[in-house]
Nanobody
Framework: QVQLVESGGGSVQAGQSLRLSCAASRTFGSIFRIDSMGWYRQAPGKQRELVARIANGDAPSYADSVKGRFTISRDNVRDTVALQMNSLKPEDTGVYYC??????????WGQGTQVTVSS
């Protein structure tokens, strides 16, 4: 089993920056290989959407709406993933969820962290 613990988030003004971090912790004896880690977000009244993702052997991928403003990074040794969010816009407001997928096609989600951007 895997637990994802998120940190970061908060309330900022448009144009400011935030950094989200997520650490995966493995329960004793769990054996698996991570295939990808990433971030999704869900705005009020909308479906959850992919923000950014890093899969093994692939370049990072981003939603078109955040390209050039957000940067995802992953530490494969520590099983962590971070999302640096710059030039934030009100439309970036939502709950951000850390996501992990294993090579056995299991998926895990963090508890979510709120990001609020005011104009």
């Amino acid at each position: 089993q895997v637990q994802l613990v998120e940190s970061g988030g908060g309330s900022v003004q448009a144009g400011q920056s935030l950094r989200l971090s997520c650490a995966a912790s493995r329960t004793f004896g769990s054996i698996f290989r991570i295939d990808s880690m990433g971030w999704y977000r869900q705005a009020p009244g909308k479906q959850r959407e992919l923000v950014a993702r890093i899969a093994n052997g692939d370049a990072p991928s981003y939603a078109d709406s955040v390209k050039g403003r957000f940067t995802i990074s992953r530490d494969n040794v520590r099983d962590t993933v971070a999302l640096q969010m710059n030039s934030l816009k009100p439309e970036d407001t939502g709950v951000y969820y850390c996501h992990l997928a294993t090579t056995f096609y299991n998926e895990y989600w963090g508890q979510g962290t709120q990001v609020t951007v005011s104009s």
